[in-house]
């Protein structure tokens, strides 16, 4: 893989992302007119609901600037396999992990500032036409509670809990599971090159066949009100 190839691909997936963000933006434009009517004390109400949210948009933000590295990551480990000499398999990943860092620091940032710029005339938008006065003080009534506070800072370890309780309870049948799928992989791919010369198709070994499926963090909890997160794998 080049560098005029993964300039290429970066440029593409930032365009991408940001005709999202401008798509979502002229939606709302779009609009009709407000269902509630507004005042200076509704608008105040808003900022304080968005300045609430900005947490929950910063990570849907980085999550959606990493996202297509982690997926092209993916692919580029199982091309390492195949394409690569073992010998200088750990001189390319380390290359690629590092043009991955490169991209991410440039990438989050540029999402990130883009999506707190149109958040007012998302969000708040949305938040202004869709609510009340009394229902926008209701749910920063409830956002801005110690209740709220205090889920918002043990929610994500009451979680990991479950995840590796839940790990733990399951590993040894999903083990049984993944070697039935290895051997079943690798069947496939001798079956494919039976009758051939010898070397005429690479064989995936048991070890990248078994990299294939990774398990993935569960996201972190959602409040009430909050912008939903995507999962990072």
Known sequence: MNRTFRATRALALGLGLAAVLSAEAQVTAAASAPAYPTSPAKKELVVRLLAQQQPAIERLARNLAEEPAQRLV??????????VAPEKREAVGKKIE????????????LVRDRAIKIMPATLGAAFEEKFSEDELRQMLTWLESPVNKKYQQIGSDLQNDLVKKLVADARPAIDAKLKTLEASIVKAFEDSTAGSAPGAAS??????????????QAPPPRSAGSAPVPTKP
């Open 74 to 83: 993916q692919q580029v480990a199982a091309a390492l396999q195949t394409r």
């Open 98 to 109: 590092a043009d991955v860092r490169k991209y991410v620091e440039e990438a989050v940032p």
């Open 203 to 216: 064989r995936p070994s048991g070890k990248a066949a078994s990299s294939a499926v990774q398990p993935k």
